[in-house]
Structure formats: C-alpha cells, structure tokens
C-alpha cells in the first residue's frame, strides 16, 4: 500500500464549481501537508502549505487536514479554467523521514471548462 | 523566487547510451532530488541529495546514480540508457529540514529509442 493515496480522476466541473480535492495517508507521523499544481509540460509549483490538524485559506483555495481520519483535502470556490492542472498531495513527518523528504499522492488531473 | 533550472526541456537518446540530465538551482538549497514521473504512477524519487557529494537511494535508483560536485547542481546519470527510461524527469531543490518544501523545475522529457 502507497503511504500517499489520491484519486487520479480526471475531474471535470463546469466553470465557477466547487472543486474538492482529497488525499488519504497511512503514516500517523506526517505533520507538513502540501498541494502543488503543476500545469501541463512544467513543473509542479507549490500552492498551499499546512501544518498538523486545521483549515487554511488562500483567496479560493481551502487547505484542510484531519489528522484523526489521515485526511487532507484542497477546496477550489469559483472554480476557472484556468485551474485545470494536475493537483499533487505531498507531506513529510516531523522526524523520523529521511532529511526533507516529501511523499506524493499520484496527482488528480481536474479540466475546468467554460 | 526560486529557480530550478534544467538543462534541456526535450532528450532523444539511443539505449546503451550513458546520458546525463543536469540540474542548477540559485537559492543556495541544501537539498537536492531528482524523480520520474510516469502516467498513472505519480512522482517517484530516485536519488537525494542533502550536501555536496553526499547522496541517499530513493525508492528506484537502479540504473541511475547522481553526482553532487558544487551544492547548486545535481547530475542525474543513465550509466546504460535503456528504453523502460523514457520518462519526464524532475528536479526538486528545498533548504534542510523535514518542513521545507520542494521547489521544482520545468522537467526533460527524455525518449530513449
């Protein structure tokens, strides 16, 4: 079993949704959750950054992690085409990782049309 | 901002050939990594590396080894390029820590025929 889970889709939402994205993860010592987004032909870039248990907002972005269930989710309000991109889970553990490592769900590829 | 920058966006390679994928960062990153990824298989680490000429295995090194000469570039060495290479290869750069986050570059898609 992968440490990181993550449905690859692809999710397609009209313009202006709700998009909900979701990880599931097996490792209880996992304390720094992040979601990249990485366009089509270039390099996942970071998007969000979240510490052990909570909500964190970015103007329509939404990081959420419930510790308790190994759950993290990535909300998109107003969603616009040009969020459509592949969006990657990734965290570490406090200690007890290998030197900064980041695991990675396999990414969940979203296409929002107008 | 940062910038990770890989040598060459595209890479035609015959097997058995010895390729190098190289990789230079300017934020004075400490850590350094190279993956593949893969449709349907994600992002997948090969080699780390956290200080010059120091290097850990990922979860598939074989048939990969890594060079770390100067802490801003890390080499990514096919000894004997085989065709289940072909990939998009990534390079990653973050500051020491278990928190910091990875910072990527735009990745070479290499086809080795």
Partial sequence: QKEVE?????????????????????????????????????????LMYTYSSGNKEDGRFTAQVDKSSKYISLFIRDSQPSDSATYLCAMSARRGSTLGRLYFGRGTQLTVWP | DVKVTQSSRYLVKRTGEKVFLEC???MDHENMFWYRQDP?????????????????????????SV??????????????ASTNQTSMYLCASS????HQPQHFGDGTRLSIL
């Fill in chain 2, 95 to 98: 500051f020491q820590g278990q």
């Fill in chain 1, 6 to 46: 993550q449905d690859p889709g692809p999710l397609s939402v009209p313009e202006g949704a709700i998009v909900s994205l979701n990880c599931t993860y097996s490792n209880s010592a996992f304390q720094y959750f992040m979601w990249y987004r990485q366009y089509s032909r270039k390099g996942p870039e970071l």
């Fill in chain 2, 40 to 64: 349907g298989l994600g992002l997948r680490l090969i080699y780390f590396s956290y200080d010059v000429k120091m290097k850990e295995k990922g979860d598939i090194p074989e048939g990969y």
């Fill in chain 2, 24 to 26: 230079v960062q300017d």
């Fill in chain 2, 67 to 80: 060079s770390r000469e100067k802490k801003e570039r890390f080499s990514l060495i096919l000894e004997s």
